[in-house]
């Protein structure tokens, strides 16, 4: 070896790959001694160098099929695992050249030829795999005769030593939580027709680093399959009570459901602080699992996914980890909210109300809100209303009428209501139309007249073409603003809607709510998205919350190009109280300078016609971001619930307008991720895009 390889390794602790101090053979951080030798006879001896570049430590674990030692990495110096291929009974070491030979008295060269093969291969598979939950792989080579496989240093403890740790087990919580990305990523490797074939406590390490507490798996070995089919299976090959029946075998398959028994084997034994009885135990005398309960547990379905995956026939066994993940971690049916299910029964209430024509309907709708006055304050404000309409209904003697349009009607079937959305300006009198357009004429005709006079005293002579430049011009202009109208709908921007990723956004519809002074103010015609009006729940106000701050950069960047951003107008948003909850007055904080804003109570109130008008579909990606969609029945026909940047009884709920377009006084806490966003802004209609 050259110097500079000597000196590394003279310098360097065999068993921490720590430097040692000038002329030091002891190693004052773990006490190694260097000037003793203390690897096996089978092993390669510490100092040994690999590749030119790997200085060989002490041996980490030595099993059936393999050694693992220490390393050290000498370019980049940093300490690594090592795996050598040497499958005990089938190779020996020289003691002059290190190399390794093989029986070939015995017949097994093919078999350990084989063998070391499969150990490259499954390092080339595993290479692949970027995983903090599996061992990775660094680089694999020959030498010596034998295959090496050079794997990151995970620096943590076993399972096994947490069990001792913890005193002999672990919360079962805890344990489900460390198992289920490892399973995950089982689930990847047998994809690829990896598997694994000696899960333990042993070979699972635990680390903590920047992914929080995790596993990482170690130490796989599918070459121990292609020697132990030869003529003589290898001592080591099991390990007992992780292992099931057919790897006691040579002549049986295997497959993910072998790792599946070792893997339910090992959080079995986290779990009880037992691992289960070996397989071959289990066949001969017919020994059963002990059950939770012998153990003080008493978790059923953990219990029986374990044993699911425990069955020593194959194919009575849990056959893959996908299978496994679906069992372990099925969500329990939880019990019914009672809470929600009056919340269903106020909303069906508010539908009769809604829907009601005759003193009959009010009456039923005034016995439901009934019911729920104790749970919904605001039930007491609609049985005023449903009564004020029953008078309403004696005063003008109107007896069980028909509304032939709403009669059986589902909302689906409801007409269109584009045309009636928002409360239309005040029309002016004929008489004040027909002097506004005799002005008009009078102005064009007075304007055309000293037009011509400043064009002949003024010599000027403008051709036709200047002429029809400007005018078209002027009537580009025009057009551009004469485009929206009130209750119009409009596209403007892009994104996501029918949560299909695959063929990318769609265009945003928006409802023109006003128009002045050449801007427009817009809001989006559906729910387009799910959020919290804040990040936890605590008394905020539109000013501070985590939805504005969504909507001004994530969403303002992603529903719009640049040339549509600047066509957005920065403006000042009205916060105070008279823009708040008409029934609470709660202060809203200060005023804001948004691109892109909530309307407030007052403007849901003023900018609608009426309920029907304010009600609004959540979009599919909505919906699949998790609004909180809802009939009446308890079936989801898309109409959401949206928020209002003003607040709710309190600052630490936010107003909102409910699936049937009425406004929320008393509202959702501002946690609440169910609600859809609609946002709103001012568009320069005079901006270079249009």
């Known amino acids: 070896m050259d110097?500079?390889?000597?000196?590394?390794?003279?310098?360097?602790?065999?068993?921490?790959?720590?430097?040692?101090?000038?002329?030091?053979?002891?190693?004052?951080?773990?006490?190694?001694?260097?000037?003793?030798?203390?690897?096996?006879?089978?092993?390669l001896p510490e100092g040994t160098i690999l590749n030119g570049k790997y200085l060989i430590g002490k041996v980490l674990g030595n099993g059936g099929f393999g050694i693992t030692y220490l390393g050290y990495e000498v370019n980049l110096e940093i300490p690594v695992a090592i795996k050598e291929y040497f499958p005990l009974g089938f190779c020996s070491r020289s003691s002059q050249s290190y190399n390794v030979m093989t029986a070939a008295s015995a017949g097994n060269s093919p078999a350990f030829s084989k063998g070391c093969d499969a150990f490259l291969d499954e390092a080339r598979t595993l290479a692949r795999f970027n995983s903090p939950y599996i061992v990775h792989v660094r680089e694999f080579f020959k030498e010596h005769g034998t295959a090496y496989i050079v794997m990151d240093y995970v620096n943590g403890k076993t399972l096994q030593a947490e069990f001792k740790a913890c005193g002999g087990r672990l919360e079962t919580g805890r344990v489900l939580a460390l198992m289920k990305p490892l399973i995950s990523q089982l689930d990847r490797l047998h994809g690829q027709n990896i598997i694994h074939r000696d899960i333990k406590p042993a070979n699972l390490m635990l680390v903590h680093d920047e992914n929080g507490e995790h596993?990482?798996?170690?130490d796989?070995?599918?070459?121990?399959?292609?020697?132990s089919n030869e003529t003589k299976t290898l001592t080591g090959m099991?390990?007992?009570?992780?292992?099931?029946?057919?790897q006691y075998s040579h002549r049986s398959r295997q497959g993910p459901y072998t790792d599946v028994y070792a893997l339910c084997a090992t959080i079995y034994r986290a779990i009880t602080g037992a691992a289960p009885p070996d397989a071959t135990e289990r066949s001969a005398d017919e020994i059963p699992i002990p059950p939770f309960s012998a153990y003080g547990l008493n978790d059923p379905q953990i219990e029986k996914a374990l044993l699911h995956g425990l069955a020593l026939k194959r194919e009575d066994r849990t056959q893959s980890m996908k299978q496994?993940?679906?069992?372990?971690?099925?969500?329990?049916k939880p019990e019914p909210d009672p809470r929600k299910k009056r919340e269903q029964d106020f909303f069906r209430a508010c539908e009769l109300q809604r829907t009601a024509v005759t003193e009959a309907d009010y009456r039923k709708a005034i016995g439901e809100f009934k019911k729920l006055t104790s749970v919904f304050p605001e039930a007491a404000d609609r049985i005023r209303e449903c009564e004020a309409a029953v008078t309403r209904l004696k005063?003008?003697?109107?007896s069980e009428p028909v509304n032939e349009k709403t009669q059986g009607k589902t909302q689906e079937e409801r007409p269109a209501r584009n045309d009636n959305l928002v409360k239309p300006p005040v029309k002016p009198s004929k008489t004040l139309k027909?002097?506004?357009?005799?002005?008009?004429?009078?102005?064009?005709?007075?304007g055309a007249y000293f037009g011509f006079l400043r064009d002949r005293i003024g010599g000027e002579d403008k051709s036709d073409t200047s002429k029809s430049a400007a005018m078209s011009e002027s009537s580009a202009a025009v057009s551009a603003v004469a485009s929206y109208s009130v209750g119009d709908t409009v596209t403007f921007g892009q994104y996501e809607q029918d949560n299909n990723l695959s063929n990318g956004k769609e265009e945003i519809e928006w409802i023109v709510l006003d128009v002045q002074d050449n801007k427009a103010l817009l809001i989006s015609k559906y729910g387009l998205d799910a959020k919290a009006y804040h990040s936890k729940n605590e008394a905020i106000t539109w000013e501070k919350c985590t939805l504005r701050n969504w909507l001004n950069s994530t969403f303002l960047e992603s529903a719009f190009s640049v040339d549509e951003q600047k066509a957005i107008m920065t403006t000042v948003v009205d916060n105070s109280k008279k823009q708040g909850n008409s029934k609470w007055n709660t202060d809203g904080g200060n005023d804001t300078k948004d691109k892109i804003f909530l309307l407030s109570f007052k403007e849901a109130n003023d900018y609608f016609k009426d309920n029907d008008a304010r009600e609004c579909k959540a979009t599919e990606y909505a919906i699949g971001q998790g609004a909180y969609v809802y009939d009446g029945e308890g079936q989801t026909n898309g109409y959401g619930v949206w928020w209002l940047r003003s607040p709710g009884e309190r600052q630490l709920s936010a107003a909102d307008v409910d699936s049937y377009g009425y406004l929320g006084y008393y509202s959702r806490n501002v946690g609440y991720d169910g609600l859809v966003v609609r946002p709103a802004f001012w568009l320069n209609l005079e901006s270079d895009i249009f």
């Open 3 to 43: 110097n500079e390889s000597r000196s590394i390794e003279l310098n360097t602790c065999y068993g921490c790959m720590r430097r040692l101090p000038e002329g030091e053979h002891i190693c004052p951080s773990c006490g190694y001694d260097n000037s003793r030798l203390q690897n096996p006879e089978n092993a």
């Open 215 to 218: 596993l990482v798996l170690l």
């Open 220 to 227: 796989f070995g599918a070459a121990r399959n292609c020697v």
């Open 238 to 246: 099991v390990s007992a009570g992780y292992s099931p029946l057919e």
């Open 324 to 332: 496994l993940s679906d069992e372990l971690y099925e969500e329990q």
């Open 395 to 398: 005063k003008e003697q109107i």
């Open 434 to 446: 027909f002097a506004v357009i005799l002005a008009a004429v009078i102005l064009v005709f007075a």
